[in-house]
Antibody, heavy 117, light 107 residues
Framework: EVQLVPSGAEVKKPGATVKISCKVS????????MHWVLQAPGKGLEWMGL????????LCAETFQGRVSITADTSTDTAYMELSSLRSEDTAVYYC??????????WGQGTLVTVSS | SYELTQPPSVSVSPGQSARITCSGD??????TSWYQQKPGQAPVLVMH???ERPSGIPERFSGSTSGTTVTLTISGVQAEDEADYYC??????????FGGGTKLTVL
């Protein structure tokens, strides 16, 4: 069974940086892309970017370019998303989702990040 | 920036068909996927490559395309299908875009 296990909830102050992780089990980590998707409270889904664990290639949404770093560690089958210069509007649930360039077949349960002074 | 447009809400009675549309200029050139999300849960992929149903997804879910509009159809809607549905595609750079989501209400 494929499982994506996210790291725990985070509370950060404005201007800080958060780094969350997503550990994969039950699947070959390098066979899929890892996407990161956020969902602000009561809002829809928003794609942040992806990483190809096989070669480290990344693609990030224009909205987050310069603020987001998405990486993959093949020694631990874990993907990471780091978001800097946090503001209150970044308060959201952040999902890791594994799949192809076209679709995300497997989703983690999400990590709540709260940005508050 | 590229946008996908969905109706905010669709309501149907049990046993009827629900059709949820997603419109976007690049849809004829890019695959579309659909996700179902129930309250407090992560999204679930219910359709990919426009009309391919992942294993485990009931046959009552189907997908179709016509020009710049992609449609998710749920035939014989059941109470358990009540959820938010999101379409997802990509722009010319490969960056993903989600539609705004459609709340399906089963009356």
């Amino acid at each position: 069974e494929v499982q994506l296990v996210p790291s725990g909830a985070e509370v950060k102050k404005p201007g800080a940086t958060v780094k969350i992780s997503c550990k994969v089990s039950g699947s070959t980590f390098t066979d899929y892309y890892m996407h990161w998707v956020l969902q602000a409270p009561g809002k829809g889904l928003e794609w942040m970017g992806l990483v190809d664990p096989e070669d480290g290639e990344t693609l990030c949404a224009e909205t987050f370019q310069g603020r987001v770093s998405i990486t993959a560690d093949t020694s631990t089958d874990t993907a990471y998303m780091e978001l800097s210069s946090l503001r209150s509007e970044d308060t959201a649930v952040y999902y890791c989702a594994m799949g192809t360039r076209h679709a995300a077949d497997y989703w983690g349960q999400g990590t709540l990040v709260t940005v508050s002074s | 920036s590229y946008e996908l447009t969905q109706p905010p809400s669709v309501s149907v009675s049990p046993g009827q068909s629900a059709r949820i549309t997603c419109s976007g200029d690049a849809l004829p050139r890019q695959f579309t996927s659909w996700y179902q999300q129930k309250p407090g849960q992560a999204p679930v992929l219910v359709m990919h490559k426009d009309s391919e149903r992942p294993s485990g997804i009931p046959e009552r879910f189907s997908g179709s395309t016509s020009g710049t509009t992609v449609t998710l159809t749920i035939s014989g809607v059941q109470a358990e299908d009540e959820a938010d549905y999101y379409c997802q595609s990509a722009d010319s750079s490969g960056s993903w875009v989600f539609g705004g989501g459609t709340k399906l209400t089963v009356l």
